[in-house]
């Protein structure tokens, strides 16, 4: 019999439903926050759906969870790797553990303390490595060959696609007249994601937010031609990766729009959503508040706040 | 007839429940916050009240709405005014706003950007005057006997007890069951509403949480005679200040106990907090959070996170 849940296509309208349904015991409904402060000083009427307060600090849970159920007993058999050191790594850790498998998160030498604290708290097996791509990837390799654990890619994956898109159709639920929607991209899972649950929920505009200082969605929706990343010098951690293969051709047709944001408009969204929400978001998030400041969208507009999760020891209070 | 709801004397439960009631069309009954992550970490059980939720960022809104709306008619007429630069000088200027009454707030000339643009956000009248406390005071008096504006003190008076007692009134309404609760602790308004909330309302040990640095509420309440702050060198600016004469004979006798937190307890309070559940608190939240983290309470501990507001734009994200 086919198995119909490991998704080979792009996620239907029932497949997001699914995704939603099979996580739901383990991920947070995440609150949508409005701010009467936020809302003046914007100038609009703002949803902001808080996956800073997702389990693991960041959506990626989402993906993670479903992924791993569809491979349920593969997972159980052999454990899970991935060489994300991101959100992804803590997410995969913390979703296997929900399971009782293994999950196996080669990161370089030189990640940063909070990150490595992150994936150990939820359980991961670390290998440390070199810190180069050649090195993470032959690094993952070789423990895959030897544990035979199932390699799950960050974001260009259909089952993670449906699983993060559940973000948005949870929004959505709340929210079904929500006139435009502002979503942080990188790999472009949250944002293909939320581009179908609209399709198929709601009416809204999808508007995409990347840093000018990591372009290459922007460039590849905008010439029709997939485009790695050439630079990714941004402060916005989490968007410096190259779209996915998978996730590019469905932001082509379904996402109305991708902004640019300077270094200087996320730093100032992140203070902006500090100062009037009080909620810890990730510099990667700070781009959908920057757009929504400063593109003044007219009616109910939505903001995945994408995470929260960032090194706040070196802020000093003396 | 006599107007018993200008308080000449400690609050009764009676007093407190009124309160309540007239506040509550104003402000936000603020969540309790649990987050597992945080539970883990500090090894307890543990929620949060979340008043750096509340309007104006943090629970001052609570006493200054309740006092202006006691003082109705003269606010309406006259106006209040203070000479506090903190929290109390912003949520008296919202407070003003929402009966339609002026709020003058006198304010030192080398005051924190962030705190200028919140009394101005929310309405204040500003006279900015010399950096010290008699110029303060006699710039206030000045104003006050041109207008006939009713000076509002920021926590030495009944009525703002009162109204502070509703932020733990509510915690046990919805947690009864609290074994302690945790309250920071600098003129005495939150920690003697608390006191008196958990003698009518609960069966906590309510202990204050006071940075060593600025340490007279402890001396005060281990001497037994009120002393005045000598020092108040402290990262937690919102407990620099010395307990009001009103509060020190309600803590005295209903606070089961006042625990010092030195500046690196603080700090890793506020971050620990940042990291765990993403909520903005300010430095002297860290307290509650640094106290709990130390003491290992057993069973179900209440935290009051009394505000979050603070300069943010000096974290710089490069």
Redesign the interface.
């Known amino acids: 019999m086919m198995d119909t849940t490991v998704l080979t296509t792009i996620p239907s309208a029932a497949d997001i439903k699914a995704a939603a349904e099979r996580i739901a015991p383990y991920v947070n409904r995440t609150p949508v926050l409005q701010s009467p402060?936020f809302n003046?000083l914007a100038e609009g009427d703002f949803y902001l759906k808080s996956e800073?307060?997702q389990k693991t600090?960041a959506f990626k849970a989402r993906g993670a969870m479903n992924t791993i159920l569809v491979h349920k007993d593969e997972a159980l058999e052999n454990g899970v790797i991935t060489h994300s050191s991101g959100n992804h790594g803590a997410a995969l850790s913390w979703a296997a553990a929900q399971i009782g498998a293994k999950a196996y998160v080669v990161m370089p030498s030189n990640a940063p303390e909070?990150k490595i604290a992150s994936v150990k708290?939820y359980g991961g097996i670390i290998t440390f490595c070199e810190p180069t791509l050649e090195a993470r990837e032959s690094t993952a390799a070789q423990i895959q060959s030897e544990t035979g654990a199932l390699l799950i890619h960050p974001y260009d994956n259909y089952n993670i696609i449906a699983g993060q898109a559940t973000a948005t159709y949870e929004l959505l639920q709340d929210h079904p007249d929500l006139d435009h929607i502002f979503v942080p991209v990188g790999g472009g899972g949250l944002l293909a994601g939320a581009a179908l649950a609209n399709k198929y929920f709601g009416k809204a505009k999808v508007i995409g937010c990347e840093p000018a200082a990591a372009s290459d969605a922007h460039e590849s929706f905008t010439s029709g031609n997939w485009t790695p990343v050439s630079k990714s010098d941004t402060?916005a951690d989490g968007l410096r990766t190259s779209l996915g293969r998978k996730n590019f051709p469905i932001i082509q047709k379904y996402v109305d729009d991708i902004v640019l944001l300077t270094?200087q408009e996320?730093?100032n969204g992140?203070?902006y959503c500090?100062?009037t929400t009080?909620?810890?978001?990730e510099?990667s998030a700070g781009t959908g508040i920057a757009a929504a400041i400063r593109e003044k969208t007219d009616g109910k507009t939505g903001i995945i706040l994408c995470g929260?999760n960032m090194d706040?020891?070196k802020?000093?209070?003396?």
């Open positions: 402060r003046d800073h307060l600090g909070a708290h402060i270094e996320i730093e992140w203070h500090l100062e009080k909620q810890l978001i510099p929260g706040v020891r802020f000093a209070l003396r």
